[in-house]
């Protein structure tokens, strides 16, 4: 039974569904697929779709994620970020509006799905991590303005294509000429309102005497207002015979059955693309997911979410749809709303059927820019400017990271984008992690506490040191050790102990434990004993199976202090004065000269 809810979760849950928790699911569908309709048209619009491609996608994806999904308020379907990264990975093997186009779309969808399907299955929930916060912000951030780019053109009526900042500026700039005048005041008239109602429109409200709730959504149903609005305008005064573009007849119907392509060759074009898209939009749902469950004081299993999503991306290749994640907007009106489960997007699923349905032949004179409109007053809350300050006072190297994130997204495009930012990551964890922290500490005078001694004044030993490494040793930092201890040595000339307090130290690989068997032996071929303090147990465990342990000429003492007691009796004491003394420039910190180093250790 434990192995069916872990794997079906709608199993937790629904024995236990009760008509109080109906009715605030049913409100909540209510108002997640009013808000829905225009969103989802409206993505499938920028991912180079027909309209309808967007319903579809809002419908089999969260029927599916009620059942595989452990979040119990996260909403699924088309999103910005995705939508984007399927136009630049589709558009690189065909034409948006031919059939080939909808067909790599179906064969990124069916591979995203899979990849995401099978990381689960293997538990790489993990998978999340290699992307760091700065660069996932910077990749958004960067995104969300070359989407709003891609989409002036629909405002201005005037053709814009590229993949990147450059092109659609350039693109832009040789039509600007033919600005369509009808077309731009119906999509910054639409711009203008949705941004005031989004800036001003809930907290007028709350002034007049409505309480915050209601005044919330209301204010987040101001699209549906825009698109009434200017669909009515359209059909009223025949602006698209006026040359207005409008969305135009949508079928109505259920999402057909579709069987994405087998060409393979299709397949590895596509690969990287899936792959990229599949763990941004892992990224973005789990964030989105995590957040709102944390409200609630509930959790959510980053490794079923990768089943659920991947159901869900399977669920929308085969019914016509596009990739699809779990969207911010549309998850935190779900939650404001009063969604308790996820039968909330079932709901909200057969909703967006019924329009599909009856209602499609509505949307035909609803104006593409207004649409373009909706996209970018969605996408104000994903630049995140102040990210990028924090980033820069906090740390340089991750704003550098983030920096080379977004100007790569915005003049190469999204794929380079995310693959820059997750390269130079990791090149830079390397690099922090090769060159680690280390300290010379002594004793805080009638303590067991040990400190450094550029920061504190401390009890130090001429023929004892204590270098602090504070970080696990592996393949990459192994040599930097080596030197750091060596040339440690050769300044010390009345050096007889050599103490590592290793309390930093999470894991000793294979090319480290062959230096530290250097280290120990040239020290000792200078008359240095080598000894080990604060060794954790998972390490010690490791270390008592090797040659090392039984060659170590020194000892492994419990605590620092036991070290300290055992091996200076015999020696004199002296203070570090840390204003005018300083360690060798071999053990001094490794990052640049006044940073801050931590706390005061």
């Not at 397949?267 to 609630?296: D, H, M, N, P, Y």
């Not at 809350?381 to 300050?389: E, T």
């Amino acid at each position: 039974m434990n192995g069916l809810k872990r794997y079906f979760p709608i199993a937790q849950w629904l024995p236990h569904y009760g008509r109080d928790v109906l009715t605030s699911d049913l409100l909540a569908a209510l108002i997640v697929t009013v808000m829905l309709i225009p969103q989802s048209l409206a993505y499938a619009l920028l991912a180079g779709l027909p309209s309808q491609v967007g319903l579809y996608a809002s419908i089999a994806p969260l029927l599916i994620y009620a059942v595989f999904g452990t979040s119990r308020t996260l909403s699924v379907g088309p999103v910005a970020v995705v939508s984007l990264m399927t136009a630049a990975s589709a558009g690189q093997v065909a034409s948006q509006g031919t059939p080939a186009y909808l067909s790599a779309v179906l064969v990124l969808t069916l591979l995203s799905g899979l990849m995401l399907l099978l990381m689960g299955i293997a538990r790489l929930g993990l998978v999340a991590n290699f992307l760091s916060h700065p660069v996932i912000s910077g990749f958004i951030t960067a995104s969300a303005l070359l989407i709003a780019a891609s989409q002036l053109g629909h405002l201005l009526g005037i053709a814009a294509s590229g993949h990147n900042l450059l092109e659609l500026m350039h693109s832009m700039g040789t039509h600007l000429s033919n600005t369509h005048w009808p077309t731009m005041i119906v999509g910054l008239s639409t711009l203008a309102f949705l941004y005031g109602a989004r800036r001003w429109l809930k907290s007028g409200l709350i002034k007049v005497g409505v309480a915050a709730r209601p005044a919330d959504l209301l204010a987040k149903a101001a699209p549906i207002v825009a698109v009434v609005g200017t669909t009515g305008l359209t059909w009223a005064l025949g602006l698209d015979q006026w040359g207005l573009a409008v969305v135009g007849n949508i079928p109505a119907s259920l999402p057909p059955l579709t069987l994405p392509s087998a060409d393979l060759s299709l397949w590895r074009e596509l690969f990287v693309g899936a792959l990229l898209i599949g763990i941004v939009g892992f990224v973005e749902s789990v964030s989105v997911g995590q957040t709102l469950a944390a409200k609630r004081r509930q959790r959510i299993d980053p490794n079923q979410e990768l089943i659920g999503l991947g159901a869900s991306n399977l669920a929308a290749s085969f019914t016509g749809g596009m990739p699809v994640t779990g969207g911010f907007s549309r998850s935190v009106v779900n939650f404001d709303a009063g969604a308790e489960t996820p039968a909330a997007g079932a709901f909200t699923a057969i909703g967006i059927a019924l329009v599909s349905l009856t209602l499609t032949p509505l949307i035909a004179y609803l104006p593409i820019a207004t649409l373009a409109a909706t996209i970018i007053v969605a996408l104000l809350s994903l630049v995140d400017i102040g990210a990028i300050r924090r980033t820069w006072a906090y740390s340089h190297g991750d704003f550098f990271a983030m920096l080379v994130t977004i100007l790569v997204t915005l003049f190469f495009g999204v794929e380079s984008g995310i693959l820059a930012g997750v390269g130079l990551s990791l090149i830079l964890h390397l690099y922090r992690t090769s060159h680690p922290h280390a300290a010379l500490v002594g004793r805080v005078p009638g303590t067991e506490h040990f400190r450094n001694v550029e920061r504190r004044r401390v009890e130090t030993d001429p023929h004892l040191k204590i270098l602090r490494i504070d970080e696990s040793l592996y393949f990459a930092n192994s040599r930097y050790l080596e030197d750091t201890v060596l040339a440690l040595v050769a300044d010390s000339p009345q050096l007889q102990h050599l103490i590592l307090a290793c309390q930093a130290v999470n894991l000793i690989d294979t090319s480290a434990l062959d230096s530290l068997e250097a280290i120990n032996a040239r020290l000792g071929d200078a008359g240095v004993q080598l000894h080990l303090s604060e060794v954790k147990g998972p390490v010690m465990d490791r270390l008592q199976k090797t040659e090392f342990r039984h060659s170590l000429s020194g000892e492994i003492f419990l605590s620092t202090f036991d070290a300290w007691q055992a091996l200076h009796r015999q020696s004199p004491i002296q203070m570090s004065i840390p204003s005018d003394e300083a360690p060798p420039a071999s053990v001094r910190h490794s990052s640049k000269p006044g940073t801050p180093q931590g706390d005061n250790v």
